[in-house]
């Protein structure tokens, strides 16, 4: 399978989900936005991997690529590309799709459950998937679903964690493919974001279950992928 990926800066990157792709042989490449904006053509690709970052998605005049990205995801969509969207790369995804993306009622950062909605037992992707699991998130904004779409799964901080269009279309606003690694990056590179709050962890927190969670969030991860790419 060939995998291209969207990556928004610099320490954010697809981390397990490139152990996954050598793991099976898959071929990678990527565009790096935040050095240019330069888009595949839509023929070189397979599945489409859209990674997070600490941008919002109508930050259009500090991010020029922004507006490029979502045209070129929902030509995507349209061609019935598989799509994979995480965190920033969900809202992206679903601003493609019409859906409205806007600040939540909390921001979500930390190791906090996610549980499965009814609908997620017609994706069989997460139907693989437990009924609640523990999930890596660090996030402010979140999606509404799209028309059309079914929501996957929620939090207590968020109601819309996951969506599906279609069968060849999902967006995630947790994450399973961190490593120890991605998540010191993330505490390196947006520590202001730690300030006390409901759902709000603090780096010692996050670091201290990281070595526990971040096995099991790559499982499912690699479940999520197999199930959802066969």
């Given at each position: 399978?060939?995998?291209h990926?969207?990556?928004h800066?610099?320490f954010?990157?697809?981390?397990?989900?490139?152990?996954?792709?050598?793991?099976h042989?898959?071929?990678?490449?990527?565009?790096?936005?935040?050095?240019?904006t330069?888009?595949?053509?839509?023929?070189?690709?397979?599945?489409?991997?859209?990674?997070?970052?600490?941008?919002?998605?109508?930050?259009?005049?500090?991010?020029?690529?922004?507006?490029?990205?979502?045209?070129?995801?929902?030509r995507?969509?349209?061609?019935?590309?598989?799509?994979?969207?995480?965190?920033?790369?969900?809202?992206?995804i679903?601003?493609?799709?019409?859906?409205?993306?806007?600040?939540?009622?909390?921001?979500?950062?930390g190791?906090?459950?996610?549980?499965?909605?009814?609908?997620?037992?017609?994706?069989?992707?997460?139907?693989?998937?437990?009924?609640?699991?523990?999930?890596?998130?660090?996030?402010?904004?979140?999606?509404?679903?799209?028309?059309?779409?079914?929501?996957?799964?929620?939090?207590?901080?968020?109601?819309?964690?996951?969506?599906?269009?279609g069968?060849?279309?999902?967006a995630?606003?947790?994450?399973l493919e961190?490593?120890?690694?991605?998540?010191?990056?993330?505490?390196?590179?947006?520590?202001?974001?730690?300030?006390?709050?409901?759902?709000?962890?603090?780096?010692?927190?996050?670091?201290s279950?990281?070595?526990?969670?971040?096995?099991?969030?790559?499982?499912?991860?690699?479940?999520?992928?197999?199930?959802?790419?066969?």
């Amino acid at each position: 399978m060939r995998i291209h990926y969207l990556q928004h800066v610099a320490f954010e990157d697809p981390a397990f989900l490139l152990t996954w792709a050598q793991q099976h042989n898959h071929c990678v490449s990527r565009s790096r936005l935040f050095e240019a904006t330069a888009f595949p053509e839509l023929d070189t690709f397979d599945l489409l991997v859209v990674m997070g970052g600490p941008m919002n998605i109508y930050e259009y005049e500090n991010y020029s690529w922004l507006k490029p990205e979502r045209e070129f995801i929902r030509r995507a969509i349209d061609l019935r590309k598989h799509i994979l969207g995480i965190c920033l790369g969900g809202q992206l995804i679903a601003d493609a799709l019409g859906a409205r993306v806007e600040p939540g009622t909390h921001k979500e950062i930390g190791w906090f459950p996610v549980k499965k909605a009814s609908a997620a037992a017609a994706c069989a992707a997460f139907d693989a998937l437990p009924e609640m699991f523990d999930a890596f998130h660090w996030h402010g904004d979140t999606f509404a679903v799209p028309d059309q779409a079914r929501s996957l799964a929620s939090s207590k901080a968020c109601p819309h964690q996951a969506f599906a269009y279609g069968n060849h279309v999902l967006a995630l606003q947790f994450h399973l493919e961190s490593t120890i690694e991605s998540v010191n990056n993330l505490i390196a590179n947006c520590s202001n974001e730690l300030a006390p709050a409901p759902w709000i962890q603090s780096a010692e927190t996050i670091r201290s279950q990281a070595h526990a969670k971040v096995p099991l969030i790559n499982q499912l991860a690699e479940k999520l992928l197999n199930t959802w790419l066969e």
